[in-house]
T-cell receptor
């Protein structure tokens, strides 16, 4: 699975958009970009995933560059409850019996009142 | 959506004793379960992958005789930390995937905080 690079920490004002970048310059053509988050002392939570088109769901939007070497997770109106560590992971879905997720250190997002 | 539970949510045990942590898939059949360990301010580290009815596959550096994993049914996997020591104190998280789950594949439990005194 490709490696990802994320800034270690970011701040965002409550109510503003939070834009979390991720670099995955060695991504393969069949690898998807997944985003998870982990609120303190809880298990990770799936947010969104995509291959090459931009994606949006009720939680966030995912913007993937045309060359697929980087992506941005957008929380359109951040709230205090969005304070968490955000992980960007790239992998091939349903890769046989080996579905390991390789976790980096992620970005610690602090949403401030 | 698919729900995974863990029990207990936290446990304190004495050094040298064994502790069992349960991971259950509540509304789907978990053909594969994963066990992670997370130390403070660190990322999740995969310990082992278990397929229902088979022996678990352990990651390099994880002692299979110390961390016993049983996945005897499609809804339950257990992790037993044998002869626990203070350095085993950590946050243990399971995840599950299986028939009927969607392309994002893994559903995570809420975690179990183990403290060994």
């Amino acid at each position: 699975d490709a490696k990802t690079t994320q800034p270690p920490s970011m701040d965002c004002a409550e109510g503003r958009a939070a834009n979390l970048p991720c670099n995955h310059s060695t991504i393969s053509g069949n690898e998807y970009v997944y985003w998870y988050r982990q609120i303190h002392s809880q298990g990770p939570q799936y947010i969104i995933h995509g291959l090459k088109n931009n994606e949006t769901n009720e939680m966030a939007s995912l913007i993937i560059t045309e060359d697929r070497k980087s992506s941005t997770l957008i929380l359109p109106h951040a709230t205090l409850r969005d304070t968490a560590v955000y992980y960007c992971i790239v992998r091939v879905p349903n890769a046989g019996n080996n579905r390991k997720l390789i976790w980096g250190l992620g970005t610690s997002l602090a949403v401030n009142p | 959506g698919a729900v995974v539970s863990q029990h207990p949510s936290w446990v304190i045990c004495k050094s040298g004793t064994s502790v069992k942590i349960e991971c259950r898939s509540l509304d789907f059949q978990a053909t594969t379960m994963f066990w992670y360990r997370q130390f403070p301010k660190q990322s999740l580290m995969l310990m082992a992958t278990s397929n229902e009815g088979s022996k678990a596959t352990y990651e390099q550096g994880v002692e299979k005789d110390k961390f016993l994993i049983n996945h005897a049914s499609l809804t339950l996997s257990t992790l037993t930390v044998t002869s626990a020591h203070p350095e085993d104190s950590s946050f243990y998280i399971c995840s599950a995937t299986g028939a009927g789950t969607t392309v994002y594949e893994q559903y995570f439990g809420p975690g179990t905080r183990l403290t060994v005194t």
